[in-house]
């Protein structure tokens, strides 16, 4: 009899403890997905400890192991416990989260016919139940075939009657992609299979397929054979029905990741700042030591050029490397240039491809057929082999947070405890780096790495354009001085970068007679008017309606449209440049796999003359012919209720302002706002970050805010406004009763006070630097603890939601 040993399994569930059961079988291992009772159903969990240690209490045995080999090495579910313990989540929901959709925890409810009832059956039904047992149907085929009349009846029937029984099987959501193959039979010998053939027969066109199929190297895809006009579907199953060959699925190589040529020779020398950077980072490679810098370079200062010698360097002590960037927006450009350098070993990993080719690409990262991975904040999971070098591009993004659903990690700091786990080299890159960085290279957790010089030359101008000076004196969107640079631009066959941080047509409509703004009923926003559908839409929870011909209020027709998006801008430049090529670059525009690609690329090539976004367009984006850059509505960040508004500021400034100006031909940037003295804008205009970090850091400190406090934000969600107002009151008294002399603050309605069907409020508590993982989970165990003994009656129906390093 074999041992009995012990599971710990994790469920990707907010349930935070682990779940004990037994086996007997010894090829279990950590990391492996098994199929066990859970409740009264089945469920799929992650192996997450093997043991010898029998529980006090009764364990329930593990049904089936899923997997042959572990699908998460013992790193990956070291770092989902970390994320566990230190966001405060459940093991379960971090590990979900570092699994590809492909192989997140799935299963399926099939039909399955009892054998041995009597009577009491119609022939028809007779004839249902067996088609539910020859095509084996899920509970979800059966309820859409039978969705109303007969079938619908007979389907309750049936499972009232326990004709038919529903059983739940584990199910992998996705597979490598498989098309028709054809192949010689196993059995067959084709010279004595023609031999038997008569002389006439031999002029049969299925024949001679047969003869040119014995030929070649098979098995070859059907498509493949059909551009050959000897084979047809119809020769091709002529020769199957003789038994000479067989159909058989099999995987197809996925797409390349990029078309772009192959040139690993083409590398660029570094400049001498470069070069002592690279020095730095190369020396703790060869120490296969963990070390994380802070690469604090102007934007043009050639970090990306730093980062792939890096890698290089990496890849020829035969580790591994990932590369994360904020947006999707900027994965085209980053994997162009990457892959001239590495070709095909890179692997991209973002949401905007199918469940399949995450899927591929996480299997060639696993396998080692690919050994770099580039992609946004989900990327940092990436099952890079031996991993050397971790890289997160823009760092100070606030992209690499997660918020919902948990864990709500950030990918930055799981990308350096990941680095420090691995034993690998963690870069942290960034222009206008986070405050939260700058306080780590003084408190030398990070080591400073500096590019402070364009090797194309000097940063640009940054023109500060005070909208009060101009309001009389606009050219739609644009100030006259902004308009005149745009034409010049344009005579000069360059190219121009407007940056409009906002969406859609309008902000919203507006009654001139009685004011109303019409609202979201799913949250307490406006509605935004968009003009290509004519609808009002909710941007939050996605409602959206017709735009109103009257007003709901006052039935007045006197309705405007209030405020610009870029759809909006994007007319009104037209109008004024009508001989200009236009490009927008927002969500809209960029809906679907490729949008972010294609707009990049034809802008790149020249194929538009002036290019108007939101934020995405200040991210990175390299255009060496656009020299003017126009901020639109700089403002827009610091109307935002955060004490990072600020900060946000002046690198979306900073950044946008690195659009222009990066080749040879000197750049402008022309800031539109009402707030010209504010000391983000003033930095940014002289492209001063130390001055402007300094003040920052300064006000920080004084008010105890990161990255002097580490900050919990509590969310409390339910549909009753006084429910969810009784449970945040009782939960902030635990919170002050446990805490003590942390400071905590709330609670209060969210910014978004209704949404989708719920009512929002917050509390947060502002903890030392100093806690750690452990001494976070232990304080919000203590918290929760306290709240159990004093909640209220009906609290259940309020969803509290925490938020470690909450960045709002």
């Excluded at 080719?357 to 989900?378: T, V, Y």
């Amino acid at each position: 009899m074999s041992k009995i040993r012990y599971a710990d399994i994790a469920f990707p569930t907010a349930v935070r403890r682990l779940f004990t059961y037994e086996t007997g079988d010894s090829t279990i291992r950590p990391g492996m997905r098994v199929w066990v009772p859970l409740r009264s159903e089945f469920a799929i969990g992650m192996v997450v400890q093997v043991h010898d240690r029998k529980p006090e209490f009764e364990t329930r045995p593990v049904e089936r192991i899923l997997d042959e080999e572990p699908v998460m090495d013992h790193t990956m579910l070291q770092l989902t416990e970390w994320i566990h313990r230190f966001y405060y989540c459940s093991w379960g929901e971090a590990v979900q989260a570092a699994l590809p959709v492909g192989l997140n925890f799935a299963s399926e409810k099939r039909l399955q016919v009892r054998k041995g009832f009597k009577g009491g059956i119609s022939e028809e039904e007779r004839e249902l139940l067996d088609e539910i047992a020859e095509s084996h149907l899920t509970l979800k085929e059966a309820e859409k075939r039978w969705r109303e009349g007969k079938g619908k009846a007979f389907l309750k029937k049936a499972l009232k009657q326990e004709w038919v029984t529903v059983w739940e099987q584990p199910k992998q959501k996705v597979d490598y992609k498989k098309v028709k193959h054809w192949q010689l039979a196993e059995s067959v010998n084709p010279d004595k299979a023609l031999a038997g053939l008569e002389e006439k027969e031999r002029d049969n066109k299925w024949v001679q397929a047969f003869e040119k199929l014995t030929g070649m190297n098979l098995p070859l895809p059907h498509r493949h054979l059909l551009e050959d006009k000897l084979f047809t579907t119809y020769t091709l199953n002529r020769i199957e029905k003789e038994g000479w060959i067989e159909s058989v699925d099999l995987p197809v190589e996925s797409e390349p990741v990029h078309n772009g040529i192959h040139r690993p020779d083409e590398i660029k020398i570094l400049s001498d700042q470069q070069q002592e950077a690279f020095e730095k980072i190369r020396e703790s490679l060869d120490s296969h030591a963990f070390k994380s810098y802070l690469l604090f370079g102007v934007t043009g200062s050639g970090k990306t050029e730093v980062y792939i010698h890096a890698l290089k360097h990496a890849l020829e002590q035969g580790r591994g490397g990932l590369v994360l960037v904020p947006e999707i927006a900027l994965t085209p450009q980053t994997v162009q240039r990457f892959y001239h350098i590495f070709g095909d070993q890179i692997a991209v990993l973002h949401s905007r491809l199918s469940d399949r080719e995450r899927f591929e690409a996480w299997q060639s990262l696993k396998s080692g057929e690919k050994r770099i991975a580039i992609g946004p904040r989900s990327a940092v999971f990436a099952p890079v082999r031996d991993v050397g070098l971790i890289v997160v591009d823009e760092e100070h993004d606030t992209s690499y947070k997660q918020y919902d659903p948990a864990p709500r990690y950030h990918a930055r700091d799981v990308a350096v405890m990941r680095a420090h786990m691995e034993n690998a080299v963690a870069v942290l890159g960034s222009a206008t780096p986070g405050m939260v960085s700058v306080q780590a290279v003084k408190e030398e957790k990070h080591e400073l790495l500096h590019l402070p010089l364009r090797p194309t030359g000097t940063m640009p101008e940054v023109q500060i354009l005070n909208m009060l000076e101009y309001k009389s004196a606009m050219r739609g969107p644009l100030t006259v001085e902004l308009y005149n640079e745009v034409e010049k631009a344009l005579k000069r066959k360059e190219q121009v970068i407007l940056l409009y941080n906002r969406r859609g047509f309008a902000s919203f409509m507006q009654c001139e007679d009685c004011g109303h703004v019409p609202q979201s009923p799913e949250s307490s926003t406006s509605l935004t008017y968009h003009k290509k559908k004519n609808i009002l839409l909710d941007h939050y929870s996605g409602y959206s309606r017709r735009a109103d011909t009257r007003c709901e209020m006052c039935g007045s027709a006197n309705l405007k449209t209030k405020g610009s998006g870029t759809q909006q801008v994007e007319e009104e430049v037209e109008k004024l440049f009508p001989q200009a090529r236009l490009l927008r670059m927002d969500r809209d525009s960029t809906s679907g796999k490729r949008g972010h690609q294609t707009i990049y690329e034809q802008f790149l090539s020249g194929q538009a003359d002036i290019l108007i976004g939101t934020q995405i367009v200040a991210k990175g984006l390299d255009f060496p012919n656009v020299t003017v850059v126009g901020v639109l509505n700089a403002d827009t960040e610091l109307a935002f209720p955060s004490f990072r508004a600020g900060e946000r500021m002046f690198q979306l400034l900073s950044q946008v302002a690195g659009r222009a100006g990066r080749a040879e031909k000197p750049g402008v940037v022309y800031v539109q706002t009402w707030k010209p003295d504010h000391p983000a804008i003033q930095c940014a205009k002289t492209h001063d970050f130390k001055a402007f970090a300094r003040h920052e850091l300064a006000n920080r400190e004084m008010l105890h805010y990161p990255p002097y406090s580490r900050m919990v934000v509590f969310q409390f969600k339910c549909p009753s406004w006084s429910k969810v107002q009784v449970v945040a009151d009782k939960f902030c008294d635990a919170m002050r009763t446990v805490t003590g002399d942390e400071p905590v603050m709330g609670p209060s309605p969210s910014v978004i006070e209704w949404m989708s069907g719920q009512h929002q409020w917050e509390a947060n508590i502002k903890l030392s630097r100093n806690f750690n993982g452990h001494a976070i989970e232990k304080l919000l165990n203590d918290i929760f603890k306290k709240y159990d003994s004093i909640k209220p009656k009906g609290s259940g129906a309020v969803r509290i939601n925490v938020d470690v390093d909450a960045v709002e």
